[in-house]
């Protein structure tokens, strides 16, 4: 099984964009603290995972699991905090100029009525991802030695994490592992798939509304000027037929 931590091609590819998001400070802080809250998320996640799961051995490695993810939340916000403190241009609103997602996968997560072979499958390839990511990451902060040891440090972790759902997974289902975690794979793409599937479908709604808004509305507005133009000013005297009722008194 593949150990070493190395980008993904997607994130090889959007490297220029991780360099966009890590090469400035409200933007790096803005990653940060979405960083902060996926890992977070995740730990309270596998948490519960740890109480439903069957498996006494998975139960421990559950929880030690969980509560690395609660700590890499931690150090992430911590140092989000801290250069937001340590930030010295007067801007007061936060560019949210982050295109990226939150880079763990953990996001995804489903804990209630999942198996244990599905849901180790589902956090190795997630874990892996995390690897690469924030590996990825690492290489970009080299101009901040603090970051750069908090991925370190979260980096050594999630290589942990790959490796012990991996090797629990062949325990747990030792004919059909290596199904289970291309069936988590794809998955996962189709996961994201649907996802940039909707953004590309709400980016081109507001494109195609535009477009209308502005091709279709001009005409209307030049019609009811027109016709505003057409209707005489004041008070107009109507006829006295038009005013008689048939069956009213007045
Ligand atoms: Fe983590
Ligand atoms: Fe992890």
Do not use: C
Not at 10 to 20: A, F, K, Q, S
């Amino acid at each position: 099984m593949p150990a070493v931590t190395r980008s993904t091609p997607i994130d090889r590819l959007m490297r220029p964009v991780h360099r966009w998001v890590w090469g400035d400070v409200d933007r790096r802080v803005r990653k940060l603290l979405t960083f902060a809250d996926v890992e977070t998320d995740g730990g309270r996640d596998i948490l519960r995972a740890a109480e439903v799961t069957p498996d006494p051995l998975l139960r421990r490695l559950y929880l030690e699991h969980a509560i690395d993810e609660l700590r890499h939340g931690e150090l992430f916000r911590r140092r989000g905090a801290a250069l937001l403190r340590a930030r010295s241009t007067g801007r007061k609103v936060l560019f949210n100029g982050n295109p990226l997602p939150g880079g763990h996968g953990l996001d995804d997560l489903q804990i209630e009525g999942e198996a244990d072979h599905r849901l180790l499958a589902f956090l190795h390839i997630a874990e892996k991802a995390a690897a690469g990511r924030f590996a990825s990451s690492r290489d970009l902060v080299d101009d901040a030695p603090p970051t750069r040891a908090i991925f370190e440090e979260i980096l050594r972790d999630e290589v942990f994490h790959m490796n012990y759902t991996y090797t629990q997974l062949a325990r747990v289902s030792p004919t059909l592992y290596r199904r289970h975690v291309w069936r988590a794979r794809a998955s996962r793409l189709w996961r994201r798939y649907l996802r940039v599937a909707a953004m590309v479908a709400g980016l081109f709604g507001a494109v195609v509304l535009t477009i209308l808004y502005f091709i279709l509305l001009p005409p209307f507005a030049w019609l009811a000027k027109r016709a505003e133009r057409r209707e005489p000013p004041g008070w107009t005297p109507i006829s006295r037929e038009r005013g008689a009722s048939p069956t009213s008194q007045y």
